[in-house]
Each structure stands twice: as C-alpha cells, then as structure tokens.
C-alpha cells in the first residue's frame, strides 16, 4: 500500500516534492535535533488523489491518520481532544513551493465545550482557554464552512467597543465566554448546525478543507503570477499546538535570517507577546521588532539566534522562520528560503559567495531573474519630492520601488481599474489573501495596520510589487471608501504616489527618474556573462535605448527595426512620395532624399554600438501604415505633398488591406518595389565605409530580411542586393564584411530551414510573428481571450510571453536541426519579445541558439535567466 503519512523524523529537506516545503523543512529540522513541536504530514499524492477521486479520505488514509495520531499521543503522552492529559493540533498546508496565505491553517484543533474547561484547569488560565476556543471556532467555521471571516471580527470588534478594550489579549474569561458563545450561535444561524465537538471529525474535516484550498481562488491566482504547476498539490502538516498566547512569558513571531528588504546581515523580524501565529501575519495588533525580545526573554532571543544562524548555514541561503515562545521555552514551526526584495536578493547572494558559504553558480541560482526588474525601473525624483504634499512619512517600507495611481479600496475595484487601462493603487486597513487579485494588478499596496511581515508585506515582496504597509498617520475607511489624513480627505479615484523604499505616501502624481546603481547587481550580471554561453544582445534603434543597453553590457544588437526611423516628419513626408509616386524615377527621386536620412541613422548606430555586431532589419510593415486613413489628416498630407485630395484616397483605397499582418509587408513589398530594400543596404554600407574611414574601426554589418517564407524569395532579393553592393564597393574601392541572413517567423520557412539556410549566412527567429501565424491568433487582439483560455487551463501560458514548447518550440526545434544539417556553422539567435523571457531563454539555450536579443531593460533578467540555464545544463550532464 502506498504510504500517505509520514512523521516529522521519518522526512528530509530533499522529500519537498512529496511532503512540501513546510513539511520536508519540519522533518529536516526534527532530524538536525531543534526544537519543533512533533507531528506528521499527510503527502501531497493523497491530496492529488482526494481532489481526482470524488473528493473523499478514504478508509486507507483514514486509517493511517488515526496511526499516526496515535504514535503522536505516545510521544507527547497525550491524549487528542479529551482526558486530563490534552493534546490540541494545529493543521497547516504547505505545498512544494511556498505560497504565503494562499492556502488555509486551523489552531487549537480538539477543543469543545468539555475539553476548553479541562484546558483551563491544566494551565489554571481560564481566559487562555476560552482564547483558544474562540479562535479554534473562528478559523474553522471560515477555512471548513466558508462562513466570512468579517462576521466573527465584527463580534469581536462589538465586544472589545462594549467593554472599552483595546487590545484581544485583555479581554477576561468571562468576556471570552460571551464572545464564544455568540461565536456558535452565529456558526448555528450560518449552517444550520452546531459547532462539532468530535475531535476526530473536526480532524478529518480540517484535513479536507486544507486539500480543497489547493484549489482556492486565491491559490490558483498566486500559482498562475509565480508560474507554479497546478497539479502539483498541497501537503497537510498535522503537528501538537505549542502556545504562544499562554501569558506573559509566551509570544510569537517571525524572523528573518537578514533584512528581506535590504540583504543587511542581521536578524529582522517582529513578534508579539500573548498571542498566536496568525495574529502577527493579520496585523490584529502592532507587534514589536525582534530586538525588543533581546530585553523582554534575553535567553530566548539569544537561542532564537543560534537557530536561525544555524539554519542559514544548514540551508545555505537567508531563513525566514516562524516560532512560538511557551512560559518562556522556544518552538520553531517553520524556515524556508525567505522572500526578499531584488536589492536583498543580489546583495544575500553576492555576501554569500563573499562569506565562502556558496560558489558564483549556487548564487545565481538563488536569484529570480525576472525580480530584477524592480531594480531596473524608476524611482522618484528627488527635487519632485520635495515640492509634493506629504500624506504620511511613518509607513512601513515593506517592499521598495515607487509607484502612482488611483486610489481603491478593494480587489474588485482595482482590477475594474486595471481593465480600463487606468493605474491602481490598493489601499486597505490589511489585506487578507481574498485581497490577491487586486494585489496582482495594482501598481502599489498599502496597508494602514500590520508590520513588515504582514500577508500585505509578505505577499507584495514576492510579486516586486511597491509596498507600505502599518500606516497608522492614515484612517483608512473602506466602507465609506476614504482616506483620513492630517491633510485632508482622499476618495476612491484620487492619485496618490507610493514610495515604497521609506514607507511614504503623497498627494497626486510624482516624477520619475532611473533607478539608483547597485553594485550588487553589476558583480551579479558580470558572473552571468562570465557563466552564460549564450550571447545576449538588445533590440534597439535609438542612441539613447543602445547606450543603456551598453551599460548592461550588450553583446551587440540582435534587431535594428529600420522602420522606426520613417515616422520622424521630414522622413514621412518622402516616405509618402515614395508611396505615392507612379513611376520608377519617381520612386528612386525620393529614395535618393530618404538614402541621405538613412545614412545618419545607420552610422549613428554604428557609431554607438562600435565594432559590436548589429542586425538590420530591412523595412518589414505595409505600406499602409504610413499613410492615415481619416479624411482631415489626408487633407492635411494631400496639402503638404501638393497632390489632389482624390488621389491621395484613392491610394489609400488601393493600399487598404483585410489582414495587413498577412498582406503585402516584409520582403514581398521588396519583391514589388526592389528598390526600397537597395536604398536600405546601399545606406547601411555607405554609413560604414564613412564611419570605418573617420574612426578607424571594423564594422560588420548583419543585413536581414524579414518574412520570408519561400527560398526565391531570399534568392531573388539577396542577390539583387548583393549585386548593387558588389558594384558600389567597387566603385568606391573599398570592401566591407557584411552578411545578409533572413528573419525566421513563418511556419513554412521552419520546414523549409535546411533550404533557406544554404543561402542565408544567419538566421534570427521572430518570435511575435511565428506564434501569431503558428496558432492563428493575432497578437493585437489575443488579449481579448488570453486571460479566459489561462484560467480554463486551455493555455498553460500567454505563448506571447513565454514561448509555446509543443507547436512553436517544436517548430524553432526543427528549424535549427534542419538549418544546422546544411550549414553547422550558420549563426542563430531570436529576437522577439520572447528573448527576454527566462523559461524561454532556457529552451533557447538547449537547443543551441548562438543569442536572444531583448529589450535593453530585460538584458540583465536575459544574462542571469541564460547562466542558470548553462548551469542547469551543465549539472545534468
């Protein structure tokens, strides 16, 4: 018989896949011998088999539950739920990768109405007891019945208000008895039957409702935005309550091995006295830094220490424990790698290889590529700053970055916001993991109570998103949808602005600027470029977009697009001649003033990116584009260009294409007008043999033509252009070390690869287009149906920013076989949007790509995502 159950010291780290992550680090800390409450933990197969089999425990793992439970009371010398001897259990969830929030936890399991009594009598505190009881109905009438969380904090808000209370811990067993009281009775009227007071049943119900959350809103929200598998289940981690809600000398908390916000190498983290777990993450109360607890219970903090110090060495990376301090005993119930921000995550993985704990590769390991973005977009400019109007200073800095948008107050609001093109800004009093959807799509989050490890905190730091969090200067009334500040009123819709590095807030929009410069991040990206064998080069055309991408330390430009350089006016002007011209001479007139414009493009180009290599794409749109088709703007142009207003529309008319994207672009518009694709290579070399004369350097130019879709195609116009080149060098004496390739970016031309590669010097897919043409969607409207076809599972991932494995990878798979079996040696990059993509850069590199080109901001996500490809590549070897 399959084995479903496991006890903490019968697991290990590396069992994460079948026992979770909380799961496999309980049973990696059992076997290192600290101090962890016992317990077991049911495998996320029996879970997978739960959900696929009617959704029901079977007789096997009910009977192994009750085993375990059994070992469990021995080993505590307890009895579950009953006798003078009482064991309570905590039942969390905990999948292979953590997801903060996302799924459901219940405490103080076993308690009734008999046993709370017996609870009061062992630890002679009645009100602790009755603590306890009230929680235990709360989480469980919420996580098992689905009866809103707001119902019960309602109560317990009307009793706290009633006997003039501040805080939960002050409140006396017999309000706590009152309040338990009308906490069944609004359990009773919600589902029309009492609180269950079997022990056994209120286990096995809690065990369901853990398997079930796998498949929460929530959950399925968070694993599509972090990209985990959705089959791969939950764990459910069965374990004896320790109490950090017993006195005075009880506590709990959370602690982090290094500030996750800045990488700084000391203990951060926070903890309150008198309570439990979830009311340190709720943000019910204010808790205090970990520092404090060196004066409170200096031997507990100085053990906490030593574990958590312990830990970081055991598990080679910053911790992120949970603990419970009982009459002054410390527990540990969770580490696991902790989320940080990006600046932390360079800085931790940089100090580590500096402390000898790891090696260059195990750091960037460690590092989430795409979290790098964070650290690459703007802050506020400072002289903006000073001159905005203040609403608080004393926030949070939960998660850095700046942010500006409208004020919302719920997840439903910001994401109607986000649909409508707008910027939204979420603020709540504290977010709970309902709160996800809006938190995904919102600019920033900010929180008026609740600490650094708050879900707000927490769940923000994981997505890179700006974050403020416990703003106490601010009122946040999300009834009547309002802000209260020393300043005034905001209201659903105004702008605000977030600064999530100090943890202030502002009246309406701010300026930007770039980004401080990280260190961290230069020796990071100089360990991927020193590790990754694919080059990676920038899609680029403008000087100010090629000097960025050289501070990212480009390999060259991967994609030139030519026709970004016509829509200056002066040039779109000609451009229109061109168009409107109805012979040959006329054509080549306003070549010859466009060819002078192309010249200073293309050297300035070249002047900038240096002896690097620069891929030319010819021009690729319709002709269409660059002629408007309302009426006052052709007014505007007929006069302009002194031309009849009847003939301009007339060839807008003739221009007028059902599907453009499929129509007469790319190299068929050469193969109708030649001319325009002769003008472009005789720019590019002219601009280089001036450049390489005044500057004294070697230029070689990579010429490519887009869309090809048969081998005559290329032929035709390779050799029409080669021809003019070979003529004008000639002329001009002088040779140049160009080559002329071709764009990959219709399924023909994959099939027809080995073809098409024995006149091609190199290759470079198009990304954007070969999977619009390869599903038949476009890419202008996908949108409209992406979203419905992720949440339906009919798409595992939007194949516009990921790329499609099965069809589109197939086909880029074979082109490169087939290409390579012609010529081994033929270069072979991409450059679509999917050059910037870490699982897409993964597959380009096992297939063997020479480069992927991205834009200048993604190269330093593209150089880290392409050394963990290398270095994943080369352990499995």
């Known amino acids: 018989m399959l084995k479903q159950v496991y006890q903490f010291q019968e697991g290990q780290a590396e069992m994460k896949g079948l026992l979770g992550g909380k799961g496999a680090n309980l049973a990696e800390m059992t076997r290192l011998g600290l101090p962890v409450p016992p317990g077991f933990t049911i495998t996320t197969e029996a879970c997978n088999h739960y959900l696929e089999n009617g959704k029901h425990l079977t007789d096997e793992l009910k009977q192994e539950i009750e085993a375990h439970l059994f070992e469990l009371e021995k080993k505590e010398k307890k009895e579950f739920g009953r006798s003078d001897d009482l064991l309570l259990l905590s039942v969390r969830s905990g999948s292979k990768f953590s997801m903060p929030g996302m799924m459901d936890t219940i405490l103080n399991l076993g308690l009734n109405d008999e046993s709370v009594k017996v609870l009061a009598k062992m630890t002679k505190n009645e009100a602790f007891a009755y603590d306890c009881y009230r929680r235990l109905i709360q989480m469980y009438g919420n996580v098992v019945y689905g009866i809103d969380g707001q119902h019960f904090e309602s109560l317990l808000d009307f009793y706290k208000t009633k006997y003039r209370i501040k805080n939960d811990s002050d409140l006396t067993a017999s309000h706590l008895k009152e309040i338990v009281k009308d906490f069944k009775d609004l359990f009773l009227e919600n589902k029309r039957q009492p609180f269950p007071q079997d022990p056994k049943e209120q286990l096995l119900q809690a065990i369901e409702a853990v ?344 390999g060259g430009i991967g994609l030139v697009r030519t026709e970004h350089m016509f829509f200056v006016p002066e040039r779109l002007r000609e451009m229109r001649r061109f168009i409107l011209a109805q012979t040959f001479e006329e054509r080549q007139q306003a070549l010859q003033t466009i060819l002078a414009y192309q010249i200073d493009d293309f050297k300035e180009i070249f002047d900038t990116i240096g002896e690097k290599p620069a891929v030319i794409r010819l021009l690729d749109p319709p002709l269409h584009e660059f002629i408007p088709s309302q009426t006052h703007e052709l007014e505007k142009i007929a006069h302009d260009l002194e031309v009849p207003l009847d003939k301009l529309k007339s060839k807008v008319n003739e221009l007028h294409e059902v599907n453009p994207m499929l129509g007469h672009r790319g190299c068929r518009l050469a193969i109708t007008y030649p001319e325009l694709y002769v003008m472009q290579a005789e720019a590019i070399i002219r601009s280089v043999i001036e450049l390489e004369k005044e500057k004294n350097i070697k230029i070689k130019p990579e010429i490519m033509i887009p869309l090809v879709g048969t081998t005559k195609e290329l032929t035709i116009l390779k050799t029409e252009i080669e021809n003019y080149l070979n003529q004008l060098l000639n002329e001009e004496n002088y040779s140049v070390d160009y080559t002329i390739g071709t764009m990959i970016e219709i399924p023909r031309a994959c099939l027809i690869a080995d073809q098409i590669a024995e006149t091609a010097e190199f290759l470079s897919f198009g990304t954007n287009d070969l999977t619009q043409m390869t599903f038949g969607y476009s890419r202008d409207d996908a949108g409209k149906f992406i979203h419905q076809y992720l949440t339906d599972g009919i798409l595992p991932v939007d194949p516009f920013q990921t790329i499609d494995l099965e069809g589109v990878g197939e086909l880029i798979q074979l082109a490169v076989i087939r290409a390579r079996q012609t010529n081994p040696t033929i270069k072979i990059g991409v450059c679509g949007e999917l050059g910037g993509d870490p699982q897409s850069i993964e597959f380009f590199n096992r297939i063997g790509l020479d480069y992927v080109s991205c834009s200048p901001f993604r190269l330093p996500i593209a150089y880290i995502a392409a050394a963990r490809s290398q270095i994943l590549l080369e352990d499995e070897k």
């Open 211 to 554: 398997f079930l959350s796998w498949n929460n809103e929530r959950a399925f929200i968070y694993r599509n935005l972090h990209q985990i598998d959705h089959h791969l289940g939950t764990a459910v981690n069965i374990q004896a309550m320790v109490f950090g809600n017993s006195g005075d000398t009880s506590g709990t908390g959370v602690v982090f091995s290094r500030h996750p916000a800045t990488g700084e190498k000391k203990l951060f983290g926070e903890y309150l006295m008198n309570a439990q777990g979830e009311d340190v993450v709720a943000g019910v109360r204010t808790p205090s830094t970990i520092d404090h607890l060196a004066e409170e219970l200096p031997a507990c903090f100085e053990e906490l220490q030593r574990l958590v110090n312990l830990l970081e060495t055991h598990y080679l990376d910053m911790q992120d424990v949970e603990f419970t301090i009982e009459h002054g005993k410390l527990y540990l119930l969770q580490t696991r790698n902790g989320k940080r921000t990006a600046k932390a995550a360079v800085k931790i993985a940089v100090d580590l290889v500096k402390e000898k704990l790891i090696d260059k590769k195990q750091a960037l390991m460690m590092i989430d590529p795409q979290s790098i973005n964070s650290l690459l977009y703007p802050v506020f400019d400072e002289k903006a700053l000073r001159q905005a109007e203040l609403i608080s200073s004393k926030g949070l800095p939960a998660s850095p970055g700046s942010a500006t948008g409208k004020v919302c107050f719920d997840a439903a609001a910001a994401k109607k916001l986000v649909d409508m093109g707008e910027k939204a800004i979420l603020v709540r009093q504290e977010t709970s993991p309902e709160d996800i959807e809006g938190m995904v799509v919102s600019e920033a989050i900010v929180t008026s109570r609740g600490g650094m490890t708050s879900h707000a905190a927490v769940v923000a730091r994981g997505m890179g998103t700006c974050c403020v969090a416990g703003c106490s200067e601010i009122e946040v009334n999300e009834f009547f949808k309002e802000i209260t500040y020393a300043g005034g009123v905001l209201k659903e819709g105004d702008v605000i602005s977030v600064d999530g590095t100090n943890g202030a807030l502002y009246v309406g929009e701010i300026d930007q600027s770039i980004a401080e410069h990280d260190q961290n991040l230069d020796t990071i990206l100089s360990w991927s470029k020193e590790i990754s064998r694919l080059d990676i080069r920038m899609n680029a055309e403008t000087p100010s977009d090629i000097k960025t991408g050289l501070d990212f330390n480009a």
